[in-house]
């Protein structure tokens, strides 16, 4: 059984004391759970402060973005290294945030995917259709795109360390989640493309989280889908106790054995 994991994604909030603050309220809300991967994303000037408090427990720290070589004149920007450096295991990429204000497209986001797997970071990659896209059905289609030029020239080996985060961007910060029935179609055409390109055995391997307007109301409906295997959380991991809440939210659905 694959063990939920449940990121929260701080976005650009928190200076490093008010990092330190929500981080170890989170960590002393989720000591006891041991089933659910647990990661927090604060911003590249949290980090330090952030390590220093999850060091010794099983917390990891994730970063939200870096670029895709381990040093250079890349003015602004933050490499690998430096982010391994401060404790980071993870790294989100491609976000729509990430897309939308930053131009980021897919070949740039696969360039990055390289180079986290070669720097032994975890991936989240985010792909999701936007409302306009949702609205003229192309939503598979698109993502469809997305994983294509983005993951789906990866080999097999690498496949399997990468985590992907279906995020609709209707869905992001609006308080409109998608439906569980919604997300699941979307989470089990993902798998799909998975085993059909890498087999069933590798693709069944990947985690697929979502993410957009996950609370602790709606964790327990969207976990419970057999391809919904954790959660990117942005606006209620700013809240100690909402994202303690999802944690256990995830913890249980997995006790209830919905996930192979
Ligand atoms: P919200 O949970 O605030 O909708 O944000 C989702 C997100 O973008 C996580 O990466």
Not at 30 to 41: G, K, M
Not at 75 to 102: A, N, W
């Amino acid at each position: 059984m694959k063990k939920p994991l449940i990121a929260g994604n701080w976005k650009m909030f928190k200076t490093a004391s008010e990092a330190v603050a929500l981080v170890q309220t989170i960590k002393a809300a989720a000591h006891t759970v041991s089933d659910v991967s647990i990661v927090v994303c604060p911003p590249f000037t949290a980090l330090t402060e952030v390590s220093k408090v999850l060091s010794g427990t099983s917390i990891a720290l994730g970063a939200q973005n870096m670029y895709c070589a381990p040093e250079g004149a890349f003015t602004g920007e933050i490499s690998p290294t430096m982010l391994k450096d401060l404790g980071c295991r993870y790294v989100i990429l491609g976000h729509s945030e990430r897309r939308q204000y930053f131009k980021e497209d897919d070949i740039l986001v696969h360039e990055k995917l390289k180079t986290a797997l070669k720097y032994s970071l975890v991936p989240i990659v985010c792909v999701g259709e936007t409302l306009s896209e949702r609205e003229a059905k192309k939503h598979f289609d698109v993502v469809k795109i997305q994983f294509d030029e983005s993951i789906g020239r990866l080999g097999k080996e690498d496949i399997v360390k990468v985590v992907i985060a279906y995020e609709p961007v209707w869905a992001i910060g609006t308080g409109r989640t998608a439906t569980p029935d919604q997300a699941e179609q979307m989470h089990s055409y993902i798998r799909r493309l998975l085993n059909e390109r890498y087999g069933k055995e590798n693709g069944s391997r990947v985690l697929i989280l979502y993410g957009g307007s996950v609370k602790p109301d709606n964790t327990k409906s969207l976990m419970e889908k057999p391809n919904i295997d954790g959660a990117l959380v942005g606006g209620a991991s700013l809240k100690a106790e909402l994202f303690a809440q999802i944690i256990l939210e995830a913890q249980q659905s997995r006790d209830a054995g919905t996930h192979s």
